[in-house]
């Protein structure tokens, strides 16, 4: 199926989320559908129910922290994922990282470096 048709089919579900995210999803999210619609779900929430952090999460906080700064260097790591969707397993972070809105991988990492502190506290 095209992206195209994916993602048609997948705003005739009722996806929610900005265009560009849905988009994204029908291109780069080869699921079934209910994945798909559950992932625009999750990118198009200001909040997310966080997973247990995983081991390099500090890492990742990091990165964001520069990114944010506009000083990244190099690909982001694979538990960007989790900052920004709450999930271990999911798209590649690259891609998120593009299409999310600033504000609100802004809003996630702060989110995220909140459970990762109550985790490491616990």
């Known amino acids: 199926m095209s992206p195209q048709v994916s993602a048609r089919e997948l705003r005739d579900r009722g996806a929610p989320g900005p265009p560009q995210v849905v988009s994204w999803v029908a291109s780069h999210y080869r699921r079934p559908l209910h994945q798909r619609l559950s992932l625009c779900e ?14 390099q999460a500090e890492w990742a ?5 520069s990114w ?7 690909k982001p790591p694979r538990e960007v994922r989790w900052v920004l969707t709450g999930r271990v397993h999911g798209p590649e972070p ?3 990282v593009t299409v999310l809105p600033r504000a609100l991988v802004l809003a996630r990492t702060r989110a995220a470096r909140q459970v ?5 506290a616990a």
């Open 116 to 120: 990762f502190s109550r985790s490491r």
């Open 94 to 96: 690259t891609g998120l």
């Open 61 to 65: 906080l990091r990165w964001l922290d």
């Open 42 to 55: 999750r990118l198009s929430r200001a909040e997310v129910e966080y997973e247990a952090p995983p081991e």
């Open 68 to 74: 944010s700064a506009g000083t990244a260097v190099g």
